[in-house]
């Protein structure tokens, strides 16, 4: 956890090939890029409401169209396809699907995903399909949102209507996107919806969300055909420091609890880590933990969901409140920058770690089959007169991950597909517009969709199931 790990240098060197089958994706989520979000029967969700508080989002940005993938669904699945994508991970819109949060799904929602459905099967590209990525019925919300119990029930009832209509044609299924940031995010800092700071809150509410994915599998495997794979997308991260002292690598510990292994254990182990329920005693007596819960939350899962960003750093000591790392229960454990690594809204951008976490993973809960279902990163991306968006900083990143990646398969670890993040620019929450993760540049005053030089890099890859040297020229 502490000492990073060095990737083998892949610039100039013989392409790397990946193993055969290997998956190669892009992924967006419903919020952020469907807009319409009052059509065909769609209800607010916790992110409209949220966005809609002056303040909240940088530059009063809002998602009401967002990259109108709602109507240009056919276009961008052929650009996926120009891209050579094999598979395509999206989100599905709950209020959109079921503007109630409870009852009888809205059929004319399930209709727009049926469509995406066949039209990504037209081209050969498999669905990879996000339950739930992060915007509930606002109505569920007002009802007490995942801070109440019966919400892992009526997401499972969810899970259930979307597999009875999308259940014969989506190969894979992942319940929840990084639940972390759900719970950490939305209830002890506040930044993200439903914008709670509370830490006793945070801890019943990753709690519910582990509760939640469990009974989702238990509803999608009893409605979905036994050839289809289930999974969950966390995001974990490496927690490293710089200090020696006892405090120090205690903050690691207690980082790690509370980042990585509040997930890990109870899904794959079906426990708490001791630690942590001793470190946050003095906030919560945990008692939303029932019988039969971690039974439940550690149902087996097909493939493990990776989404890594970023390592994080911490110390033992005081330090100015970090609107993004609130360490519940956890007084005198600070974030603190990283010294080195060009800086991102994630943080230092560090191939290695990539490495370092998947080996962590397999070291410490043994060979699940992971899937990396979200890596990429921001920069300010600039279309050229010549129309082209020459990001040569995203395909330096992209060959450093996937050259982690490959390494990590050297090591051993069982890694089934790379899910790049994302597909194309679009609402990146509380930052608005402001940030382009995309393999796709969009013109916000046209819609107009150009691939990026790293989407025709991304192509080669995949073309060839290998990295190829860094600088091989992008065709496009
Ligand atoms: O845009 C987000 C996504 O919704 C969840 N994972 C991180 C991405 C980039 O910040």
Redesign the pocket.
């Known amino acids: 956890m502490t000492a990073a790990t060095e990737t083998a240098p892949h610039a100039g060197a013989a392409p790397s090939e990946f193993p055969a089958g290997f998956r190669w994706g892009a992924?967006t989520?419903a919020f952020?890029v469907e807009g319409a979000l009052d059509a065909d029967g769609r209800t607010p969700s916790t992110w409209d409401t949220f966005t809609a508080v002056p303040g909240r989002v940088h530059g009063e940005h809002r998602a009401d169209v967002a990259v109108d993938h709602y109507h240009r669904y056919r276009e961008d699945v052929a650009l996926m396809a120009e891209l050579g994508l094999n598979t395509y991970r999206f989100s599905v819109s709950w209020p959109r699907v079921q503007p109630d949060g409870r009852g009888p799904a809205n059929p004319k929602g399930l209709d727009f995903y049926s469509r995406l459905v066949d039209e990504l099967l037209a081209n050969g590209i498999d669905p990879m399909l996000t339950l739930y990525?992060?915007d509930h019925p606002q109505v569920l919300q007002d009802a007490g949102g995942w801070a109440d119990r019966d919400m892992a029930q009526r997401f499972a009832d969810y899970a259930g209507l979307v597999a009875a209509r999308l259940g014969d044609r989506v190969p894979l299924w992942v319940t929840l996107?990084?639940p972390w940031?759900t719970a950490f995010l939305g209830h002890a800092s506040g930044i993200h919806a439903p914008g709670v700071a509370d830490d006793a809150t945070t801890l019943a509410v990753a709690h519910h969300l582990n509760l939640a994915h469990g009974l989702g599998v238990q509803a999608l495997r009893a409605a979905l055909p036994a050839s289809a794979q289930v999974s969950i997308a966390l995001?974990p991260a490496p927690v490293r420091t710089r200090g020696t002292s006892p405090a120090d690598l205690d903050a690691v510990r207690r980082a790690d609890a509370l980042r990585n292994r509040i997930f890990f254990d109870p899904l794959l182990r079906g426990a708490y880590p001791a630690d942590l329920i001793a470190d946050t005693a003095h906030v919560s007596d945990w008692s939303f933990v029932r019988d039969g819960d971690l039974a439940t939350a550690a149902v087996p899962i097909d493939v493990l969901g990776v989404?890594y960003?970023t390592p994080l750093y911490v110390a033992g000591g005081e330090g100015p409140a970090d609107p993004y790392n609130r360490w519940v229960g956890s007084e005198g454990l600070v974030h603190v920058a990283p010294a080195e690594g060009p800086a991102t809204?994630?943080g230092q951008v560090d191939a290695g770690g990539l490495r370092e976490l998947l080996n962590r993973i397999r070291h410490d809960y043994g060979p699940v089959p992971i899937m990396i279902a979200?890596n990429?990163v921001?920069y300010p991306d600039q279309l050229g007169p010549d129309g082209r968006v020459d990001d040569v900083g995203r395909v330096d990143y992209l060959h450093a991950h996937l050259a982690a990646l490959h390494d990590a398969i050297t090591d051993g670890v069982d890694v089934r597909g790379y899910v790049m993040?994302?597909l194309i620019d679009?609402f990146?929450?509380v930052?608005g517009y402001s940030?382009t993760?995309g393999l796709i540049h969009v013109d916000r005053a046209t819609q107009r969709r150009t691939i990026k030089n790293s989407g025709h890099w991304y192509r080669g890859v995949i073309a060839a199931n290998a990295i190829p040297p860094l600088n091989t020229p992008a065709a496009g």
């Open positions: 992924a989520a952020q990525h992060w996107n990084e940031c995001n989404n960003y809204i994630h979200e990429g921001s993040w994302s679009n990146e929450w930052y940030q993760f």
